[in-house]
């Protein structure tokens, strides 16, 4: 465990020393679960969206994108439930007068048995070696069915309190458990309270004084609220989506891994509107969709799980999570959700409008019903971030830290490497870089030894750097150095394009999507 905690250490400070993400209002002590993007990470993030918004508004036919304003209407929030029931349920530890969520004191209690059966695994595994049976062990052994056996009461517990909404019972849990504050190591506990996650602000002044606005904590509500202006001037037929990138924020009471949970985020939403009764048949779909979008950026399949919810919200009728094996565990990075026609059934209430679809093939009008995809920019990002983030052994004592993105997603396609600085490479290295920066991110460095170089691009994930050697003044070929694998092949410049879009083009991705 703490080895993987010093793992995600170095990626965070790699993160930062590369320019990738640096902590808000740094120079201010910074501001909490705020983070800002730098000079590389914005090209990534910029190009993961490009991958969502091109899988999602170019390969499907029936799916446009919008644009909606972050400030809505305070009703909204309203119908959608957000004012009464967006909470976390949160708890003070009055000796050191920090606060927590209850509910993640309690997953964390919860981890601890997991904790202890993975160690009584792994201790077994070794004393056994090949002929070790971990199914058998789990099933069998006592201590693990010992701890199982308390997981489960208390899981059992939680789960209940939580559905209940029973706060009391929920700060019990913490009392009997002896759960204890990590920082005053006490157990001096207030009470559980509410605790709405939306971020209120005012609009306007007036005589009668201004309009109290929120923050939106998610996308989708703009997607609702403009259900019927796309459907109508798209002229939309059902099925049909409507996609959308944009900010989110949510007051979060606890926040920590870095970007996993942010007050300021960005999300990638789809509503995709159909019949009632084929909901779940689209959910498959979309399931099985997005699940082959996140596979085919070459991560590993293995990396990925569905987590299905137990336990639905009231107004869902199927939902699932797209996990991902974050250096902190499996973690959610997108939701996927049959939300029946809740939403836009409560604007119809709320605004007194109708919002409805008149099915032609019917002859009858009916409120759509609604799958949802939710992802989340910032988690795709760290998920790729610490998959692709590795320090290589090199052999002989050297290593390098290298970041294996897909080449589609890299911030920087190519660099271009003058071998020294004068005789008229510097000139032809410029000359190079001007051709191909119509079509890719492309860098001239042309400070420090080639070897320094190579490693300033390998630890930003550069899939190709462009040598330019005195040989290059009188054959015009240049060495393409590959990343990963740091071999060299001499190429022709006329042969660069071809080359470099067959390897680092988005089309590529999205082909695998077919
Ligand atoms: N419209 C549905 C919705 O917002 P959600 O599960 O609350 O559902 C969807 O959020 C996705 O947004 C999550 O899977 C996650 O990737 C991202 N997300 C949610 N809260 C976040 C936070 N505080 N920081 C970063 N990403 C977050």
Not at 10 to 28: D, L
Not at 115 to 120: G, L, M
Not at 153 to 180: G, P
Not at 287 to 315: I, M, S, V
Request: net charge negative.
């Amino acid at each position: 465990m703490a080895k993987q905690e010093d793992v995600f250490k170095t990626i965070i400070a790699h993160a930062k020393e590369y320019g990738f993400v640096f902590q808000s209002s740094e120079i201010y002590d910074g501001l909490s679960a705020v983070y800002d993007y730098g000079q590389n990470g914005v090209e990534l993030k910029n190009n993961i969206k490009r991958y969502w918004w091109e899988a999602m508004t170019m390969l499907h036919d029936n799916i446009v994108g919008i644009d909606s304003a972050i400030f809505m209407h305070p009703t909204i929030w309203k119908a959608s439930g957000h004012v009464d029931a967006f909470n976390d349920p949160l708890i003070d530890n009055k000796d050191s007068k920090k606060r927590y969520r209850a509910d993640v004191l309690i997953e964390d209690e919860i981890a601890k048995f997991d904790e202890k059966i993975n160690k009584e695994v792994a201790k077994a595994a070794k004393r056994f070696g090949e002929s070790f049976d971990e199914e058998m062990f789990r099933q069998t052994n006592p201590r693990v069915l010992e701890h199982a056996k308390k997981r489960e009461e208390l899981h059992t517990r939680f789960s209940e309190a939580m559905n209940a909404n029973d706060l009391a019972e929920l700060k019990q849990i913490i009392l009997d458990y002896e759960i204890v504050d990590p920082i005053s190591g006490t157990r001096n506990w207030t009470d559980v309270r509410q605790f709405n996650l939306m971020f209120k602000t005012e609009m306007g002044s007036t005589a009668d004084g201004a309009m109290e606005v929120y923050l939106r904590p998610e996308t989708a509500q703009g997607i609702f609220v403009n259900y019927l202006n796309v459907q109508k001037t798209g002229r939309m037929r059902l099925p049909f989506g409507i996609a959308q990138i944009g900010k989110a924020f949510r007051n979060e009471i606890v926040a920590r891994q870095f970007i996993f949970r942010m007050r300021e985020f960005e999300q990638m939403e789809m509503q995709f509107f159909v019949r009632p009764g084929e909901e779940l048949k689209w959910f498959d779909f979309w399931r099985q969709t997005r699940l082959k979008w996140h596979e085919a950026l070459g991560l590993g399949n293995e990396k990925y799980r569905f987590h299905d919810h137990e336990k639905l919200a009231h107004y869902a009728n199927a939902a699932t999570d797209i996990e991902f094996q974050m250096p902190f565990g499996f973690k959610e990075v997108e939701g996927i959700h049959s939300r029946t026609n809740f939403d836009l059934s409560q604007h119809e209430k709320f605004c007194g409008k109708k919002i409805q679809y008149f099915d032609p093939e019917l002859g009858e009008s009916y409120v759509p019903y609604v799958i949802e995809t939710s992802i989340g920019v910032d988690r795709m990002f760290l998920s790729i971030f610490c998959s692709c983030y590795e320090d290589q052994d090199l052999g002989n004592g050297d290593h390098r830290a290298v970041l294996h993105f897909p080449p589609a997603l890299a911030p920087v396609k190519c660099a271009v490497l003058p071998l020294v600085k004068k005789d008229g490479l510097p000139e032809k290295a410029r000359e190079i870089q001007h051709r191909l920066r119509f079509d890719f991110t492309c860098q001239v460095d042309e400070k420090d030894s080639i070897g320094k170089r190579y490693r300033r691009q390998d630890a930003i994930g550069t899939p190709y750097c462009i040598t330019i050697d005195h040989q290059t003044l009188e054959d015009d070929t240049v060495t393409l150095r590959h990343r990963d694998s740091m071999e060299q092949e001499r190429v022709k410049v006329a042969d660069l394009e071809k080359i470099l879009s067959e390897k680092v083009s988005l089309n590529n991705l999205l082909k695998k999507l077919l």
